[in-house]
């Protein structure tokens, strides 16, 4: 291993050329991470200071002055795209031609460029480039994926820093990056080593993940057991386009929880259990692993895009959805996954198992039950899917946590409090009300900012309110169901206490931007006492039954 100190301008030369490593994280630098590293450098340079570090930089020597990047990838990819940046804006062709020649060589023969000093993942290369490097506008994707996005936007934001100074201030500050901007240049032959360096390193704050940790670990593992390392490049980059970059970490927790085969609430996190799954369940063949976890992405792909054609099944995940939460992700995942592997599973089943598992699942939030109560659904079907019980009787050990009397009981209870939780679920009630006032066939998606509405008012500072409710009367159906609905965007103040009449005006014009057939069916009424009140309680309460409880028979 060798490390020494070097300038920019040794770096960014035609005696060296860098590939970034598929086993690498994407680019991840933000536009503000960007922008705060070349104002860093600006201030050094107007400060007229002799040395500005950067950091450090890891490579493997690949031979033929070829290195690929173990650390540094951030850095480096910006340090070219501020070169570029400066190299477009700058109008000296002398100046211009020495800032290509470190991050782009053209033939000055043919004018055609050459190969980017830096190779940056292929799945960027080519907007790297031709749309930054060269500028060329027809290369901009259509559909930018997001890690293409971080390239454009860093391009932007760092064009807008630099747009500002003239010609003289732009030259100097060039001249400054390439000659007293330093980096500590480490290089190693040894690859076993790289791995090493690459799992304990952080970029600039980004502190390496577990998706970054388990990439390298299946390139490792490929490199030990000579398999092909390009069917994990494969693998991985298909995982990147269907769950996102920014959600693998996300998809992983979830996909361990998935695998769950015991009652335990203790899961093994982090990536030594999925390097023990890697051993135990696939003798250490990380190809095979790696075409499992596509697998998986598309079964989460699938749920979180919603992207069925049952009615019912999307009707269910929809309604799961409101509650702002994932705990019931994994139990759909794993009957997915099970089925993916065709262990006797359908997906007409799996439309069965959503109907008995949301049900029982919103039992436990009827009921108010902590997280960790109601969670046991969940574990008790991965069990059952898991541990390969036949169907009917992943059915049994989801429907042996039903209550349908708890849950009679706990709708004629105060439903509204003012904690995220119990606001996500009266929105989710609420919400799958108003659906199941269409026919099935028929599924509404709302937009915007939703609010919880009470229709008599939580004061009763109004006479309108005064006539109709005595003290008693309203602290019991304030915070019912049949007093509560949803309305479009903010809670109107002025409106909060009005009588009735104003607040039906009101409620019409905001149901004109996301309609709700409760809202609208509240609109109809010419006056708000307390027997339609108990009417329309008796009325939605009836259909949260109809849609949640079990069927006995």
Not at 266 to 282: A, T
């Amino acid at each position: 291993m060798e490390a020494k100190e070097c300038k920019v301008q040794d770096i960014l030369t035609e005696n060296k050329r860098f590939v970034i490593p598929p086993y690498q994280r994407p680019y991840s630098w933000t536009p503000d991470n960007a922008y705060q590293l070349v104002e860093d450098i600006y201030q050094s340079f107007i400060s007229s200071e002799k040395e500005y570090f950067i950091g450090s930089m890891i490579c493997i020597n690949k031979g033929d002055n070829l290195y690929e990047v173990v650390d540094g990838q951030q850095r480096l990819t910006t340090l070219n795209i501020i070169v570029s940046e400066l190299k477009t804006l700058i109008t000296h062709q002398g100046v211009k031609d020495d800032l290509q020649k470190r991050i782009l060589p053209i033939d000055v023969y043919s004018d055609e460029a050459d190969e980017p000093r830096l190779l940056v993942r292929e799945k960027e290369r080519e907007l790297f480039k031709f749309y930054l490097l060269q500028g060329k506008k027809e290369y901009k994707p259509e559909k930018p994926t997001s890690t293409q996005l971080l390239f454009i936007d860093n391009s932007t934001a760092i064009k807008e820093f630099l747009v500002k100074f003239d010609e003289v201030t732009l030259k100097g500050f060039a001249k400054y990056i390439l000659q007293n901007v330093f980096v500590v240049f480490v290089q190693t032959n040894d690859i076993a080593s790289s791995f090493r360096l690459f799992n304990v390193l952080n970029n600039r704050g980004l502190p390496l993940g577990n998706a970054d940790l388990l990439k390298n670990t299946l390139f490792e593992y490929a490199s030990s057991n000579n398999k092909d390392a390009v069917q994990i490049e494969n693998a991985w980059s298909q995982i990147e386009d269907l769950v996102g970059v920014s959600r693998i970490d996300k998809f992983l927790s979830l996909h361990k929880l998935s695998e769950k085969l015991d009652r335990d609430r203790v899961l093994e996190k982090g990536l030594e259990s999925f390097i023990f799954n890697l051993n135990e369940e696939y003798g250490g063949d990380p190809v095979e692993f790696a075409l499992m976890l596509v697998g998986s992405a598309k079964n989460f792909t699938k749920i979180e895009d919603v992207d069925f054609e049952h009615p019912g099944i999307r009707r269910r995940i929809f309604s799961l959805r409101n509650l702002n939460t994932d705990e019931w992700l994994p139990p759909l995942l794993a009957f997915l996954n099970r089925m993916t592997r065709k262990e006797s599973l359908e997906l007409s089943q799996f439309a069965d198992f959503l109907e008995a598992f949301e049900k029982v699942y919103m039992h436990g939030w009827l009921k108010k039950q902590v997280k960790s109560q109601r969670e046991k659904v969940c574990y008790s079907a991965l069990v059952a899917i898991n541990n390969n019980l036949d169907f009917s009787d992943i059915i049994n050990h989801v429907l042996q946590h039903a209550d349908n009397e708890g849950v009679k009981a706990a709708l004629d209870e105060d439903l509204y409090e003012p904690r995220p939780n119990q606001v996500n679920l009266i929105k989710a009630l609420l919400l799958r009300a108003d659906v199941e006032q269409q026919d099935e066939s028929v599924l509404k998606t709302y937009t915007g900012r939703i609010t919880i509405e009470h229709i008599v008012p939580q004061k009763l500072a109004n006479q309108y309110w005064k006539d109709r409710f005595d003290t008693e009367q309203h602290a019991l159906w304030l915070h019912k169901l049949g007093n509560l609905t949803l309305i479009s965007g903010s809670k109107n103040s002025e409106a909060q206490n009005s009588d009735f009449i104003k607040k039906k005006t009101i409620y019409e014009k905001l149901n004109n931007r996301s309609s709700f057939d409760i809202t609208r069916d509240l609109c109809r009424e010419d006056d708000w006492n307390l027997e339609r009140l108990k009417t329309r309680h008796q009325r939605l309460k009836q259909l949260i039954q109809t849609v949640w409880l079990i069927d006995n028979k």
